[in-house]
T-cell receptor
């Protein structure tokens, strides 16, 4: 149990385009989803926390208009990187928690974004 | 504020050796959870274990064991008879209830374990 999927796993795009990443909890209801960013050989950096049906709470220094997060259902959250630039290239990972698993985050496989 | 320190950046061991990954944490919360996650080269974080702050019992799961000591604020992870498949980055993390209305994780910087055949 506690499986989280993420799509796509890889994306390459041109500078200026927008990219949407989906995160789904497959076998539990995720009342809370989290989005992280990880640079090579570094730890995970929390970008934002989203509760189902509410606006996301962004960490300090994360641009809300740049990284749009939607958590419209208990099984799906999306992260849209708007007008992507090369510096947005990174490994984006989502996690989900909820129900009896509320204090544990289960992670998706991650999405590698390369902006040319 | 929470803080998790993994002092070992990289460790190399020869297959079948035992290895201990250290984790020290800081928190003012009385209720919190401690975790270990494994991140293999594929990138996905794999949940290994969760302990709550009121349960100091050590735990063993196959070749894995964890030693939680509140007196020293440590939550160390030992792999017995290491195997090449254990090669990965291991993250220790602490979770406490946040102002955002959820349990947020604070990660250590990770320890890269290389098991040499």
């Amino acid at each position: 149990g506690a499986v989280v999927s993420q799509h796509p796993s890889w994306v390459i795009c041109k500078s200026g385009t927008s990219v949407k990443i989906e995160c789904r909890s497959l076998d539990f209801q995720a009342t809370t989803m989290f989005w992280y960013r990880q640079f090579p050989k570094q730890s995970l950096m929390l970008m934002a926390t989203s509760n189902e049906g509410s606006k996301a709470t962004y960490e300090q220094g994360v641009e809300k208009d740049k990284f749009l997060i939607n958590h419209a259902s208990l099984t799906l959250s999306t992260l849209t990187v708007t007008s992507a630039h090369p510096e947005d290239s990174s490994f984006y990972i989502c996690s989900a928690s909820g129900g009896a698993l509320y204090e544990t985050q289960y992670f998706g496989p991650g999405t590698r974004l390369l902006v040319l | 504020a929470q803080k998790v320190t993994q002092a070992q950046t990289e460790i190399s061991v020869v297959e079948k050796e035992d290895v201990t990954l250290d984790c020290v944490y800081e928190t003012r919360d009385t209720t919190y959870y401690l975790f270990w996650y494994k991140q293999p080269p594929s990138g996905e974080l794999v949940f290994l274990i969760r302990r709550n702050s009121f349960d100091e019992q050590n735990e063993i799961s196959g070749r894995y064991s964890w030693n939680f000591q509140k007196s020293t604020s440590s939550f160390n992870f030992t792999i017995t008879a290491s195997q090449v498949v254990d090669s990965a980055v291991y993250f220790c993390a602490l979770s406490a209830f946040s102002g955002a209305g959820s349990y947020q994780l604070t990660f250590g910087k990770g320890t890269k374990l290389s098991v040499i055949p």
